[in-house]
């Protein structure tokens, strides 16, 4: 392929004659091209990232896939037109084709959701765990504990799991997860099962929090969102060390936006951000912010934190002003919480004015 010009259309870096790759008919530089590209696995075209079609195995180009790739209707994964099951006119990866009258839901189902508990704050858990199957019955036995009186999770595929699934939880307050939601004996039975989901390299917690609880209005919600984004940047080191993730995981699924000035310039960049929703604050959901930031728990305690975490952060965001932000220091802000369970996980992490405690292993 013929390159033309001498430097790097994104960086200006000069090149020589011999060097370069053209991307839509921009001449990028090798350095480029790994940052914003991917190669199409079909028909192997270099595209821009932000332009390409993937799950966790797969990278196309848009008109490879609309030409030979199908998504599996239950866990979303990629399937070349070959490997596909039809079922009622959807299609399916063997997997989920094998499993498809089973209490595990379909990856893309979302149900209305049901809310529990009286606040204007609510909390929806997405917790991921693996290396105990993608086993029905277990999926069954760990419904019938949430499930025992009203309607509170339910079990989902996923493809970036090897030999799990997903919990999913209706929205409920801080006070119905940590008080109703028998969350301690659901992590226990899941643990007894062979799950893992800490000790995986697959396995995240997400936290969904409503938009309506920041404002009555967009402009009012944005306002609160951009400072809970200005609060993730500048304590980005204190919430990497207590999400438990490795630097390669979070940078893959819950990369940061990067600091600047202000919230609102954070924020700018969050909705001109390519990284989907592979990102610490989410905000891709019409609804809700979602917080990618952990790694996942099947210990009680983590567990709770990790939504008392987010609670306070919202609080900060709520009730400081920008200054007030700007000079508040990780310190102060640990100072101020009174939750138990988070303090103690806080000692464990050693984010809470140089504390120790002695540390129950993760699961």
């Not at 590209?37 to 932000?50: M, P």
């Not at 596909?84 to 997997?95: R, T």
């Not at 999926?139 to 949430?146: F, G, R, T, V």
Request: net charge negative; glycine share 4%.
């Amino acid at each position: 392929m013929e390159k033309e010009g001498k430097t790097c259309i994104h960086c200006s870096s000069i090149l020589s004659q011999e060097e370069g790759t053209l991307v839509d008919g921009e001449l990028l530089c090798r350095e480029c091209v790994e940052t914003f590209c991917n190669t199409c696995d079909h028909c192997g075209e270099t595209i821009w990232a932000e332009d390409s079609i993937s799950d966790e195995h797969t990278f196309l180009c848009a008109e490879c896939y609309e030409s030979h790739y199908y998504r599996c209707e239950s866990c979303g994964r990629i399937m070349h037109e070959d490997s596909v099951n039809w079922c009622n006119d959807l299609a399916y990866c063997d997997s989920c084709f094998e499993d498809l009258d089973d209490d595990i839901e379909d990856y893309n189902i979302k149900p209305d959701p049901i809310f529990y508990g009286t606040s204007e704050r609510f909390f929806g858990v997405e917790l991921e765990v693996d290396y105990g199957g993608k086993d029905n019955n277990y999926a069954k036995q760990l419904k019938e504990i949430a499930n025992a009186i009203q309607e509170h999770i339910y079990i989902k595929s996923d493809s970036s799991l090897d030999d799990g699934f997903e919990i999913v939880s209706h929205p409920m307050t801080l006070d119905y997860h940590t008080n109703e939601m028998d969350w301690e004996t659901l992590l226990q039975t899941a643990i007894r099962m062979g799950y893992h989901s800490h000790q995986t390299d697959t396995c995240g917690l997400h936290i969904h929090v409503n938009r309506s609880a920041f404002g009555e209005n967009q402009a009012e919600q944005e306002e609160v969102i951009s400072k809970i984004l200005f609060f993730v940047e500048k304590h980005w080191s204190e919430l990497f060390q207590f999400s438990r993730r490795s630097k390669y995981s979070m940078n893959r699924w819950s990369a940061r936006y990067g600091f600047e000035k202000t919230g609102k310039e954070i924020l700018e960049k969050a909705k001109d951000s390519s990284n989907g929703r592979y990102v610490a604050v989410n905000l891709r959901n019409y609804h809700t912010i979602e917080f990618r930031l952990f790694r996942g728990t099947l210990k009680y305690n983590t567990f709770i934190a990790a939504l008392q975490l987010v609670d306070e952060i919202c609080n900060v965001a709520l009730f400081s002003s920008e200054e007030e932000l700007e000079s508040l220091s990780w310190s102060e802000f640990v100072r101020r919480i009174e939750k138990p369970e988070l303090i103690q996980y806080l000692k464990e992490r050693q984010l809470y004015i140089n504390e120790k405690v002695i540390i129950e292993e993760e699961v």
